[in-house]
């Protein structure tokens, strides 16, 4: 916790922070759309994290648990009427649950393997939605009529006043942020870690490699799934065409290009790949192709993202002293 | 039964497309342990260029439609294997040494790339191919009507796939291939050129891929820029079925997810056409992952 107050400390970060929670005071109502955009891909990006960046299993598919988040939200508000901040838990449950199941039998496959079957995946479950399974999912139309989220009887709609939504959003920002930093440093996310830059070693060490993997793949799920009760509330409606594999080509993109493993990274993909193109909508058309060269250009030169996770350091205070013998 | 065999010949017409571009795949992986992702999209630029030759020479015209289609399908061969072996420079070359990942995400960018650069420079709206180039007559066997186009594309993916398999196991370059596909660093010191051998994996492979964009073309009609994903991955699909690297198991592969496919889209759901390639795809990576011909257990999966 220490270390995590002295990052905080940082000016850099300071004023970052200061900047993005004035920010809706002096930008209309569009650019704060946009922000709140950044922090939803953000959410999703650090979500993604956990399970590419720290565990580094190529999983292509996270938008499956961002739509199952996000319909399980739908469904159980426009039927019952429940409110959707409420929701929010029980769309994290249902996401998790489904990647328990889905992950279990396809976790030992091999990076490249695992990316084209979470593909299979996520394209299932838009088929699926499309396919109205379950009669409930409202086929190609989607789901309209969900409700905004109510805090103490306030109405937060995110149409017709972003910035509302915009300091809840941040509010969960932070607290995920907090949560993941604190995931990163403890003992499960050195494990993950460990297991990613070497899993033969990792298993020597006594690690249960397939469990914690598994665990970081729930773990992942469950937040994608908790920010697609955000994004249904925000939208009002949602449909299976914002849960495409665009969806989850543009989160793991936030994650490589930001710099997978690192939650400041993270961060900065997200407003760069969101915010970017606002900023340049002049090159709107290019904006795909821009992103492919990105990614092999990054590739090539930088292929930890732009800003990479510093090695940990162990404070040689910190150590006994005959265990500073080398 | 009418259904049934009108089902089964449509499947193995889509299945021989699925071979021919599940060859690429198959024979890239064989060689560098890498998933071509934008093998689809090199698929999609043959199709386009099929078109565009097709428009643009009026060869049919001069030459008759048969030996036109065949002489552009050649062409369009050939610009695509030229495509693909510039790809291979700009995209996976600098990266023979990276990590995995690395070139896995190169690969998901050139994809990106190739179907933008096919969108900007055709639109994004779906072109039509012309009609009645090649015989549109009916077949009849034992009684039931077969359209002469099924046997057409199984005919010429077929004789490719018979040509490359030939090719591959009885001449000196095919034989280069296979020793470096077995193992790289001994090839070298065979006096293989491996960077050579790599070029010409890259250019067969999407070749194949472009013959096959061509008969997509001729046998749907219709082409649009973001095909190649779909075909990409059902072609990826019956690689890993069939084996992955393993020439003959592509084309097994392709065939029988044709077939499947069609059969099931007709008894089970045509709704789910589309996913139950993905459905074969996950039930043989978690219970065969070596496919059905695949025997080499090299690397755990």
């Known amino acids: 916790m220490k270390h995590a107050a002295g990052q905080i400390k940082k000016p850099a970060y300071a004023v970052i922070i200061l900047l993005w929670l004035i920010a809706p005071l002096f930008i209309g109502k569009y650019w704060t759309d946009v922000l709140n955009n950044v922090a939803i891909y953000a959410l999703l990006g650090l979500s993604l994290n956990i399970i590419l960046g720290y565990g580094g299993m190529f999983h292509m598919g996270h938008a499956a648990f961002y739509a199952i988040g996000a319909y399980t939200t739908a469904i159980i508000n426009t039927a019952w009427g429940v409110p959707v901040l409420w929701l929010m838990p029980l769309a994290g449950l249902a996401a998790g649950l489904f990647a328990l199941v889905v992950a279990r039998p396809i976790i030992h496959l091999r990076g490249d393997y695992l990316l084209i079957v979470t593909i299979g995946m996520v394209e299932i479950v838009r088929i699926a939605l499309i396919n109205n399974v379950f009669g409930i999912t409202g086929g190609a139309n989607g789901i309209f009529g969900i409700s905004s989220p109510t805090i103490f009887g306030f109405q937060i709609n995110g149409i017709v006043a972003p910035a509302h939504y915009f300091y809840l959003v941040t509010a969960f920002l932070a607290i995920t942020i907090v949560l993941f930093y604190l995931l990163e440093n403890s003992r499960f996310g050195r494990a993950l870690k460990f297991l990613c830059s070497d899993e033969v070693a990792a298993e020597g060490s006594g690690i249960n490699t397939a469990g914690y993997k598994l665990a970081a793949f729930v773990i992942g799920a469950v937040w994608a799934g908790m920010t697609g009760t955000l994004y249904a509330s925000k939208m009002g409606f949602i449909s299976p065409e914002s849960f495409s594999f665009w969806e989850s080509v543009v989160m793991f993109m936030i994650v490589i290009l930001g710099g997978s493993g690192n939650i400041a990274g993270v961060l900065l993909g997200a407003a760069l790949i969101i915010g970017l193109p606002e900023i340049f909508q002049g090159l709107q058309q290019y904006r795909l192709l821009i992103f492919g060269l990105a990614l092999m250009i990054m590739m090539i030169f930088r292929p930890q993202g732009i800003l990479p996770p510093k090695p940990r350091s162990y404070p040689i205070g910190k150590l006994e002293k005959n265990e500073v013998s080398l | ?301």
Not at chain 2, 146 to 173: C, D, E, N
Not at chain 2, 291 to 298: D, F, I, N, Q
């Open chain 2, 1 to 301: 039964m009418e259904q049934f065999f009108t089902q089964l010949t449509n499947g193995l017409a889509v299945g021989g497309i699925y071979a021919l571009i599940a060859l690429g795949y198959t024979m890239v992986y064989g060689v560098l342990k890498l998933i071509n992702f934008a093998h689809g999209d090199l698929f999609t630029i043959g199709a386009y260029l099929g078109l565009t030759l097709l428009t643009s020479l009026a060869l049919t015209d001069h030459i008759g439609g048969i030996a036109g289609v065949i002489l552009l399908a050649v062409m369009a061969m050939g610009l695509v294997g030229i495509i693909g072996i510039l790809l291979d420079r700009a995209a996976y070359k600098p990266l023979r040494t990276s990590p995995r990942l690395s070139a896995v995400v190169s690969a998901l960018g050139a994809s990106i790339v190739l179907s933008n650069t096919i969108m900007l420079v055709y639109g994004p709206s779906t072109r039509v191919y012309p009609q009645g180039l090649l015989p549109g007559q009916v077949f009849y066997i034992f009684g039931l009507p077969v359209p002469v186009m099924r046997f057409v594309i199984l005919g010429a993916s077929i004789a490719l796939m018979i040509g490359l398999y030939v090719f591959i196991q009885r001449t000196k370059i095919g034989t280069a291939i296979r020793a470096a596909a077995i193992d790289q660093d001994a090839a070298r010191l065979m006096g293989i050129n491996v960077d050579r051998v790599i070029m010409l994996v890259f250019f067969i492979g999407p070749a194949l891929g472009g013959a096959a964009g061509v008969m997509v073309g001729l046998y749907y009609g219709q082409i649009t820029f973001t095909m190649g994903w779909i075909y990409g991955l059902k072609a990826f699909t019956a690689a890993i079925l069939g084996g992955i690297g393993n020439i003959p198991g592509a084309m097994v592969g392709g065939l029988l997810l044709g077939v499947i496919e069609a059969l099931g889209a007709t008894y089970i759901s045509m709704a789910w056409k589309d996913a139950i390639a993905f459905f074969v795809l996950i039930l043989i990576l978690i219970v065969r992952p070596t496919g059905l011909l695949g025997e080499r257990v090299a690397e755990k999966i």
